[in-house]
């Protein structure tokens, strides 16, 4: 793997930038050691429909939770648009 495209390789094993869901949520959650995840996202905060209970959200850092249902986003640094945020499901909650 290739890390998150600015050359570690840390996030090893746990998907990678294209990952989907629960995926992708895991791999940015723990991008250089956890540095990455309560980052403001670069391009500016992203206002989305939690992919869960449909609630308007925004996202600052590029691992956020719905204020409603508690649901676990994500969104590669690299690509930070609304389009690109994965959900973790349901049934995720971050370590
Ligand atoms: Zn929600």
């Known amino acids: 793997m290739s890390g ?7 996030g090893a094993g746990a998907g990678g930038p294209f990952s989907k869901g ?3 949520v895991e791999f940015v959650y723990n991008a ?12 500016g905060a992203i206002e989305l ?4 209970c449909d609630t308007l959200f925004t996202m600052a850092t590029y691992v956020s939770s719905c204020p409603h ?4 986003h994500a ?7 609304a389009e ?6 349901k049934d995720f909650t971050l370590p």
């Open 75 to 81: 969104v590669a640094p690299m690509n930070p648009s």
């Open 69 to 72: 249902c508690g649901g676990v």
């Open 4 to 10: 998150c495209g600015c050359n570690t390789n840390s």
């Open 49 to 52: 429909n939690c992919h869960g």
């Open 22 to 24: 629960k995926e992708l």
């Open 84 to 89: 690109n945020v994965q959900f973790a499901g």
């Open 32 to 43: 250089h050691d956890g540095g990455v995840r309560d980052q403001p996202i670069s391009a």
